[in-house]
Structure formats: structure tokens, C-alpha cells
């Protein structure tokens, strides 16, 4: 039976390769778990008349969400990853839409108006007919 006699210098060559393939390995799971964060979003919520108090901020596609205080500020109840969209409404604004990027931690959603149009019918002739109410 032959023996190898393998000389130190790559027997150590081999354990720095090894070394750089597991520090290559372990900085590129690094890179993908910095992706996956979560983080605490808050803003204010605004429109062409300032700031829009009592406005709904919802995580889409669930009932998780918060709403905004008299200053139109919020914090999120829930941390947020990137590509989350959070859904803002109040009533007489278009629903807006926010998706959660990089490293997103302070949103200012703008609300535009919904344009209301009231409708009327005006009464043209009086009634001074009685009521038939009964009396018990």
C-alpha cells in the first residue's frame, strides 16, 4: 500500500479555500436576511387642506391597522418588510396606496379629494293636510 505525503503548504491552501467559500456563503445569507427586515413605519397623512385626522391606515389584505390621531400622525402597530402596501382612506378622499421600500421607516401619504355633488329636490307645493296620528 502507497501512502500520499501531501506537503503543509496545501494542506493549508486548502483550509483557506474553504475558509473563503464559507465567508462568501455567510455574507451573501447576511445580504438576503437585511432584505427580510422589519421595521416600525409611522408618517402623517395629508391633503390639499393639511393634514387629514381620523384617516384609516390598513395593512393590505388584513384587518391589521391604525387610526391616524387629531395631527393626522400614526404609528403602525405591526413592523412592515419591504413590499408590504399599506392602504390610507378617509371619507370624501381616493383611497391611496404605499409600498413599503428599502428601508422605509417615515411615509407622508397625500389624499386627494373626491369631488362631491349634492342633489336636492325642493319641495313646490305646501301640505297643510293633518296628520292621522292616534292617541293612546
Partial sequence: MKTLCIPKQQNVLKTGIAFGIFLMISLFTTTVN????ERTVTGQVTSNYGIVPSATVLLKG?????????????????????????????????????????????????????????????????????????KK
Fill in 34 to 37: 437585511a432584505q427580510e427586515t
Fill in 62 to 134: 388584513t384587518y391589521i391597522g391604525v387610526v391616524c390621531d387629531d395631527d393626522g400622525k400614526f404609528t403602525f402597530p405591526q413592523k412592515l418588510k419591504e413590499n408590504d402596501v399599506l392602504v390610507v382612506t378617509s371619507l370624501g378622499f381616493k383611497d391611496r396606496e404605499i409600498k413599503i421600500t428599502g428601508d422605509t421607516t417615515y411615509i407622508e401619504p397625500f389624499l386627494e379629494d373626491i369631488p362631491i355633488i349634492i342633489t336636492a329636490a325642493l319641495r313646490t307645493k305646501a301640505t297643510t293636510a293633518p296628520l292621522d296620528i292616534e
